[in-house]
């Protein structure tokens, strides 16, 4: 068979401490699942079913790398995130049996243009555009499950130019991993390639050209991307 034009390669992340890479299909995204998060954006943190937004797989930044600044924006927004990445298919998963189905953790950033999702949701519209452009989600390697365990307490953290801006605990999630991924897996059918970002804690805010990110997550790993000037 052969393609009508040329097109890119899978999008894929590092499998760490291997030469393997993990294939990445689609990324669904958890909203408001911190507490204080959930306030800062003047929102009840009260436990309402989980819903959820998608960024594409090509969105996908390697850990290191320099972005250029986002077009079409004056409000961008950092939200540190730990990644929950699926390594085998599954629908309608009961939650006792979700973790069955990960594959392993890394650590990203669920970039947001503020002000388009803030002007979409004024308007009544869907806010994709705010989430789901281009160099939107950078993303560590990926620590198998078998090195990583899975991660249910423990710091995560994201610094600019070196000053902290968000910091919380993984304890601290409205909708625990096992949860999400069976509540997800109820809506669609979850396919071995599927990165769930799993929500951001208190403190997101405005990253500008030249500032430096880093962000850890306990037991799992750091990310350090640069914004070019």
Known sequence: MDYAVKFRPTPHLPVAESNEVFPVGRIYCV??????????????PEREP????????????????????????????????????????GADIPAEKALDHVFGYGVGLDMTRRDLQGEAKK???PWEMGK????????????????????????????VNGAVKQKGDLSEMIWNVPEMISY????????AGDLIMSGTPAGVGPVKAGDRLEGHVDGVGELTVTYAK
């Open 31 to 44: 909203g408001r699942n911190y507490a204080e998060h959930a306030r800062e954006m003047g929102h009840d």
């Open 50 to 89: 989980p819903f959820f937004f998608m960024k594409p797989a090509d969105a996908i930044v390697p850990n290191g790398a320099t972005i250029p600044f986002p077009q079409a924006t004056n409000d961008l927004h950092h939200e540190i995130e730990m990644v929950v990445a699926i390594g085998k298919d």
């Open 123 to 125: 308007m009544g519209r």
């Open 132 to 159: 789901a452009f281009d160099n939107s989600a950078p993303c560590t390697a990926l620590k198998t499950a078998a090195m990583a365990g899975h991660p249910a307490k423990g710091a995560i953290w994201l610094k």
């Open 184 to 191: 997800l897996s109820r809506l669609i059918t979850l396919r």
